[in-house]
């Protein structure tokens, strides 16, 4: 099996959905001759033509206005928005048009397509390079959000999401596009959306993350194991659709749960994720469900390392939701 | 003294290329195209007239369908018998005309008035009326306001309140229609209030980067709710817009029936030939309020309007019709007749639907299947309507 990193799994699933299927079709800005920014649609346009891996203008808004436009006569658009926090000028084309267009025509027209976008900290990208906005998307009915931690997921759920009937948002954690290497089956498999994945069994405490926030809680859990605490680690893979089982089944089982974003705590999907566990699993809990977040803040620039909650600071909270 | 870089200051030697800025400039280079004059003479050229009688006919009870709804859906509004509504009174001719222009293949990206189009694209008068009403028989499922509408059969794509969304959705479409080989032109619909938001200028901006077939119809009815067109723009004319972006652009006697027709004809045609975008500015007036919210006695002095009767664009077409010998006074009084009759019978029809779509319908179309908490959601609603009815009562307090 060849072995690959996220951006060459992207890569990957962007090739292999466009030769399986005509109406697969990328857009954005840069992804043409230059592969994206961060190289993912490398290579795609030599394979089939400016007509499929098609340059625009700058204006996200219009990134994803057109994409409406041709997901409703039939193509499967995959916009690309460069950096997660300029999805903001396509905010109203995502919220208002790209979620409720099935549901207010009546199921008479739907516009099917995958939003990707790099997302997070960690790459000295300051306020505007590292944002991670997936709470907006979760909190609006019509569109599913996928978090991709490694590269056999982000490849495996990549053709899944193209494949969707629904729009999806696909964030790509880019502190982990090139550091997180992994085997990779060549030729089409999918991971299904909407299934989180035990990566660390334990009966100590469960750690909740996703994307980037995986790596840092794995790496938590490894060091608490050296203390004798025994985690189990989930990472969500998807966020909407939740996989509310897996999540309520090891919470019932551990009694106790730590959740880890990057993005602000106030109103973060851990928030979510804490009432939905407090209503299916209050009898279990023997510790508050404790979170282990971004900071209510802009995003910092030299400051970064601190705002973002690394291994260490996951670890002091599991020492203390272990010993409360 | 000023250094030449200071803002305000024209470098010297520039000046002599600086073309100075006159009033009217813009209105001269973007004529008013017209071919049939307020009394229903022909005063363009005749070579230029795009449509036979019978489908001037055709067109004109249109005209006469799309204003006696109006008018009868305003009065529906302030019975309390349907919510909202949003007309088009004075805008028939621009409604219709353009798209009347297009091919049957086409796809109209409507912005809200257009609901004349619905039915010439057609979208059966009871549908429209139960999207009015929000009620079983509704295509919307009862989830948008009225004049919301949406119709797919005939690619007559579905309406959304935040203003000028729909201008890119145009661009997409025209763009995938010729990447797939097919010679589908986009039309789409804007207020000249439509050409200050964002996806205006993106659209516009993208479709004549890439040549992409569209036209771009903007409804210049002198008013977006109260504020005027001069607070609007600092354009003279929408169609100058057109300059920047590069592509043709063009003013239009929008009351004019025929003029509209032949300009979107000839729109099209380019675009279909791959000559790229057009935008085209139909000059129109609303002489109703916005919407059934809105009441124009307060922003609008009464003269403004009275001149812009005399230009209404049915009594211009009756004219022209009479003039030429193709509608006497008695057809004219059986179709405002037949329109009256067919407006009353349908009424009945769509109320007599059952009053709101069934409660399951809430949760359908959000996603493709619904998602377990979707399930969930609807089974704890329905508990919760067994439990206690006023669960669907407007007044919470009524038993
Ligand atoms: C983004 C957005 N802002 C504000 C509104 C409220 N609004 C509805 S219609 C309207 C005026 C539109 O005027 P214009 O585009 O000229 O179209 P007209 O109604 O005159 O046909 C406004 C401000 C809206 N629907 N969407």
């Known amino acids: 099996m060849p072995t690959m990193n996220i951006i060459q799994a992207v890569n990957d699933a962007l090739r292999l959905e466009m030769r399986r299927d005509p109406d697969v079709v990328v857009l954005g800005e840069d992804v043409g001759k230059f592969g994206g920014v961060f190289r993912a649609t490398q290579g795609l346009q030599d394979e089939f033509g400016a007509d499929r891996v098609m340059d625009t203008p700058l204006a996200e808004g219009g990134i994803v206005g057109t994409a409406v436009g041709m997901a409703l006569y039939g193509l499967r658009p995959v916009p690309e928005i460069q950096f997660a926090d300029f999805i903001f000028p396509a905010f109203d084309q995502i919220v208002n048009e790209v979620a409720k267009y099935r549901y207010r025509s009546g199921g008479q027209y739907a516009c099917p397509m995958v939003i990707r976008t790099p997302y997070g900290g960690g790459i000295k990208g300051g306020h505007y390079h590292s944002q991670s906005p997936e709470t907006h998307f979760v909190h609006t009915a019509g569109l599913k959000v996928v978090v991709p931690s490694n590269p ?173 | 003294m000023r250094r030449e870089h200071e803002v305000g200051a024209v470098p010297r030697r520039q000046r002599g290329n600086h073309r100075e800025w006159e009033p009217g400039r813009f209105v001269k280079e973007f004529p008013l195209y017209r071919l049939v004059a307020e009394d229903g003479e022909l005063v363009g050229a005749p070579d230029e007239v795009t449509l036979p009688d019978a489908e001037v006919l055709r067109l004109y009870r249109l005209m006469v369908l799309n204003r006696s709804l109006d008018e009868r859906m305003i009065t529906l509004q302030r019975q309390g018998r349907i919510g909202f509504y949003i007309g088009s009174i004075g805008e028939e001719a621009t409604i219709l005309g353009s798209a009347a222009a297009m091919a049957e293949s086409d796809w109209i990206f409507p912005c809200y008035r257009e609901h004349g189009a619905a039915l010439m694209r057609g979208m059966p008068l009871v549908t429209f009326l139960c999207d009015l009403f929000g009620n079983a028989g509704d295509a919307m499922k009862g989830r948008q306001m009225p004049c919301h509408e949406a119709w797919r059969p005939g690619r007559f794509t579905s309406i959304s309140s935040p203003i000028s969304t729909q201008i890119s959705h145009a661009v997409g479409a025209a763009w995938a229609a010729r990447l797939k080989g097919d010679a589908m032109v986009a039309l789409t619909y804007f207020g000249e209030g439509g050409t200050s938001a964002h996806d205006f200028h993106t659209g516009l901006n993208f479709a004549a980067v890439r040549k992409i077939p569209v036209v771009f119809v903007c409804r210049n009815n002198g008013w977006a ?175």
């Open chain 1, 152 to 324: 056999y997921d982000a490849k495996g759920l990549l053709i899944s999401a193209i494949r969707d009937p629904d729009p999806v948002l696909f964030f790509e954690p880019k502190r982990m596009y090139r550091a997180a290497k992994g085997e990779v089956p060549q030729g089409e498999y999918v991971v299904p959306i909407g299934q989180a994945r035990v990566t660390r069994e334990g009966r100590a405490v469960t750690l909740v993350a996703w994307g980037s926030m995986w790596h840092e809680v794995d790496q938590a859990a490894r060091e608490a194991e050296a203390e004798g605490i025994d985690c189990e680690v989930i990472d969500l893979r998807s966020l909407q659709p939740l996989d509310t089982g897996t999540l309520v089944a090891s919470v019932k089982k551990t009694g106790r749960a730590i959740v880890v974003h990057e993005a602000p705590r106030t109103c973060g999907f851990g928030a979510e994720l804490a009432a939905i566990l407090q209503e299916r699993c209050f009898l279990h809990l023997e510790a508050p469900i404790t979170r282990v977040t971004g900071f209510d803040t802009p995003f910092p620039y030299t400051l970064e390392m601190e705002y973002l909650p690394r291994a260490p600071r996951v670890l002091k909270a599991i020492r203390e939701v272990v010993s409360y």
């Open chain 2, 225 to 399: 709710i109260s504020v005027p067109r001069e607070r609007q723009t600092g354009s003279e004319t929408i169609a100058q817009k057109a300059i920047a972006y590069g592509m043709r652009g063009e003013r239009v006697d929008g009351n004019d029936l025929l003029a509209v027709h032949a300009a979107t004809r000839r729109a099209r045609e380019r675009a279909e030939a791959g000559e790229g975008p057009t935008l085209l500015e139909c000059v129109t007036y609303r002489v109703e309020g916005h919407s059934t919210s809105d009441d124009p006695r307060a922003y609008r002095p009464a003269e403004l309007v009275e001149p812009w009767k005399k230009r209404d664009p049915i009594l211009r077409m009756r004219r022209y019709l009479v003039r030429r010998g193709a509608l006497a006074e008695a057809e004219d009084e059986r179709i405002r007749a037949q329109v009256r009759e067919e407006l009353q019978r349908v009424l009945k029809e769509a109320e007599a639907f059952a009053p709101k779509p069934p409660l399951e319908s809430l949760f359908e179309d959000v996603y493709a299947e619904p998602l377990p908490q979707l399930r969930e959601q609807l089974a704890e609603l329905e508990a919760a309507v067994a439990a206690d009815p006023r669960v669907a009562n407007p007044r919470h307090s009524d038993a």
